[in-house]
């Protein structure tokens, strides 16, 4: 599509139907939403074709790198709350807005931007080996102790020796 950098996409927009940005307790703006691969643009005005959202330059006007975002969730009804580059952005009216979150979060992780700001990811250690105690009888399969008398492994079904 002409109008975007190389490389950008359109992943979802608003279309025809109007989106608020609640900017402040008396300050909301109608307009358009833009989710692309690299960012989410609002822009004021909902009869805007998409490249002229994209490209035009208003006051009332919002691009927020996905990079930049630390956390979408689900309000109240149809609002989305995303927290990015230290500002909290609440959109109301979406409709989707689950659809919307959901979008969104995926197109950060396919970007590789998701654990930017995030939870990182720990490493998995394996617990220590059990000792067995002498005796005692366990599982050639799975390791699990067996009751004394039983001929079947009570964890992983497996015959005891």
């Known amino acids: 599509m002409s109008g975007l950098p190389p ?22 703006v109608n307009g358009k939403l833009i989710l692309t691969n690299r960012r989410l643009i609002f822009t004021a005005g909902r ?25 979408v969730d689900k309000g109240f009804m149809a609002t ?18 689950g659809d919307w979150v959901q979008a969104i979060n995926s197109t950060r992780m396919m970007s590789g931007d998701s654990n930017r700001g995030g939870t990182q990811q720990q490493n998995y250690n394996q617990p220590p ?22 001929t079947f492994c009570g964890k992983c079904g497996a015959r005891v020796q």
Not at 7 to 28: A, C, H, L, R
Not at 47 to 71: M, N
Not at 133 to 147: D, E, H, I, K, L
Request: with cysteine.
């Open 7 to 28: 490389g950008e996409q359109i992943i979802k927009d608003t279309g025809m139907f109007p989106v608020t940005w609640s900017k402040g307790t008396f300050s909301n």
């Open 47 to 71: 009869f805007q074709d998409v490249i002229s959202a994209i490209r035009g330059s208003h006051k009332d006007r919002a691009e927020i790198p996905l990079s930049s975002i630390t956390s």
């Open 80 to 97: 989305i709350n995303i927290q990015a580059g230290g500002q909290k952005y609440t959109f109301k009216g979406m409709r989707g807005a």
């Open 129 to 150: 080996p059990q000792t067995q105690q002498s005796g005692s009888r366990y599982c050639s399969n799975c390791g699990a102790p067996v009751v004394a008398g039983n």
